[in-house]
């Protein structure tokens, strides 16, 4: 029986808990003024002269995904600005559906919006999961490399992921994967092997001039193995979170949204010239 789009919006709640990619319960759809972030009169600090745009992974959005490290940094004193992308017709608040190479031309017309507002030449990018790739999309076929200073991605699937095989299912059910080309291609872009992956990881990881950071956790669930969201390449760094502090049990969703441990890492990331030692006391600093 031809499952009808309207069934497939009220079952997407289920499939973000099935596949572990959801975050919080929704706060807000849109971007809003919160503890300071997406404040489009704030001018970057010379202490801090990038503003930072925050990029939310699948079935997140831009205010439910930065609950806990946007005001972590804004407290530091920087502009930090998030958005929506890859929403899905009459699908609300779950977002990161769409096409991946949709997604980097939205997120390349956003930098251009901080960047005019703030007057910064340049912007800092951190996503979380899909959001940590995404943005490579975007310096490497969208012109992103000249206007993004670094790079951190938390828990990114750069080469993408089996969702511990999961993905191997859609080819014991005939049609299930053309349907979810068709209505959710943000997802199968994310499968191991697939075209947008293989196009982007095509001739190098990275793009020169550009910073990364893969912060990743031992315990991730849905990037699998986690070890595939590293990176190689010039100006490229690669941490384990459980490196850092062997008691952090954080899995694929609080690495992102909740791990202060993993925030400190961040903020290092960010300002390396004053970066502090990252360790399990870094969770209540």
Known sequence: MKLRRPRLRALLPAVALALGL?????????????SGWNDFSCKPSAAHPRPVVLVH??????????LGLAPYLVARGYCVFSLDYGQLPGVPVFHGLGPV???????????ERVRSATGAAQVDLVGH????????????????????????????????????????????FPGAKRYLDKNTPGLTDQAAGSALLTRLNAGGDTVPGVRYTVIATRYDEVVTPSTSGYLSGPGVRNVLLQDLCPADLSEHVAIGTTDRIAFHETANALDPAHATPTTCASAVR
């Open 22 to 34: 959801t975050t919080a319960t929704p706060a807000a759809a849109s971007p809003t003024v919160t």
């Open 57 to 66: 992974g699948t079935f997140g959005n831009a205010v439910d995904n930065w």
């Open 101 to 111: 190479d949709d997604s980097a031309r939205q997120l390349a017309g956003y930098v």
């Open 129 to 172: 999961s899909q959001g940590g790739m995404m943005p490579r999309v975007y310096l490497k076929f969208h012109g992103g490399a000249e206007k993004v200073h670094s790079l951190i991605g938390l828990a990114p699937d750069n080469h993408g992921t089996t969702l511990n095989g999961l993905t191997r299912l859609l080819d014991l």
